[in-house]
C-alpha cells in the first residue's frame, strides 16, 4: 500500500481565505479542504479572533458564521464593511430568506445556508474573487504609473 501524499503547499499567489465559525470541526474541515483545492486559510473561533488576525494578516475573503458566541456575523459584517472592503462570503445555518437579505444588506458578497456542497462553495468563493480582482484592476488601472523614481534609481512597476 502507498502511502497518502500531502497535497503541495499553496503558492504565494494562492488566495487567502479566513474562515470564522465557532465550530472547530467545521473549521478544520473547510481549512483541509479550501488547502487540497489550492486556498492559503487561516481560521478564527469568533469575531475578536478574526479581528485580531485581521490585524497582522491580509485576506482575500472571509467565510464567516453568523451565530458565533460574543459578536454575531451580522454585526461583525456590518462594522467590518465601516473600515474594510474584504469580501465576505457569509457560511451559515440561519436559511431563511430575511436572514439571506440580511446578511446581503449588511454587505456581504454572497450567502451560503448549511449544509452546503464543498464544490458550490468553492464556486461561490472563485467568483466572488474573480469580481474583486477585476474590481481592483480597474481601480489600479486608473491610478497605474508606469514608473517611480526615488533619485537614480527607476522602478518599474509592471516589472
Same mark, same amino acid.
Request: aromatic letters at 6%.
Given at each position: 500500500m502507498s502511502p497518502v501524499q500531502?497535497?503541495?503547499?499553496?503558492?504565494?499567489? +494562492?488566495?487567502?481565505? %479566513?474562515?470564522?465559525?465557532? $465550530? !472547530? @470541526?467545521? @473549521?478544520? %474541515? *473547510?481549512? #483541509?479542504?479550501?488547502?487540497?483545492? &489550492?486556498? #492559503?486559510?487561516?481560521?478564527?473561533?469568533?469575531a475578536a479572533d478574526a479581528e485580531a488576525r485581521m490585524a497582522h494578516l491580509v485576506f482575500d475573503v472571509l467565510v464567516l458564521d453568523v451565530m458565533m458566541p460574543g459578536e454575531n456575523g451580522f454585526d461583525f459584517a456590518r462594522r467590518l464593511r465601516q473600515t474594510s472592503p474584504v469580501p465576505i462570503l457569509m457560511l451559515t445555518a440561519r436559511a431563511s430568506a430575511d436572514d439571506r437579505i440580511t446578511g446581503l444588506e449588511l454587505g456581504a458578497d454572497d450567502y451560503l445556508p448549511k449544509p452546503f $456542497?464543498? !464544490?458550490? %462553495?468553492? %464556486? !461561490? *468563493? &472563485?467568483?466572488? *474573487?474573480? @469580481?474583486?480582482?477585476? +474590481?481592483?484592476a480597474s481601480s489600479d488601472a486608473a491610478v497605474r504609473q508606469e +514608473?517611480? #523614481?526615488?533619485g537614480p534609481f527607476v522602478y518599474r512597476l509592471e516589472r
Amino acid at each position: 500500500m502507498s502511502p497518502v501524499q500531502a497535497p503541495p503547499p499553496p503558492s504565494d499567489e +494562492a488566495p487567502h481565505v %479566513l474562515v470564522v465559525d465557532d $465550530d !472547530r @470541526r467545521l @473549521r478544520d %474541515l *473547510l481549512s #483541509r479542504f479550501l488547502c487540497d483545492h &489550492g486556498y #492559503r486559510v487561516t481560521t478564527a473561533a469568533h469575531a475578536a479572533d478574526a479581528e485580531a488576525r485581521m490585524a497582522h494578516l491580509v485576506f482575500d475573503v472571509l467565510v464567516l458564521d453568523v451565530m458565533m458566541p460574543g459578536e454575531n456575523g451580522f454585526d461583525f459584517a456590518r462594522r467590518l464593511r465601516q473600515t474594510s472592503p474584504v469580501p465576505i462570503l457569509m457560511l451559515t445555518a440561519r436559511a431563511s430568506a430575511d436572514d439571506r437579505i440580511t446578511g446581503l444588506e449588511l454587505g456581504a458578497d454572497d450567502y451560503l445556508p448549511k449544509p452546503f $456542497d464543498p !464544490r458550490e %462553495l468553492l %464556486l !461561490r *468563493l &472563485g467568483n466572488i *474573487l474573480k @469580481r474583486s480582482a477585476q +474590481a481592483a484592476a480597474s481601480s489600479d488601472a486608473a491610478v497605474r504609473q508606469e +514608473a517611480v #523614481r526615488f533619485g537614480p534609481f527607476v522602478y518599474r512597476l509592471e516589472r
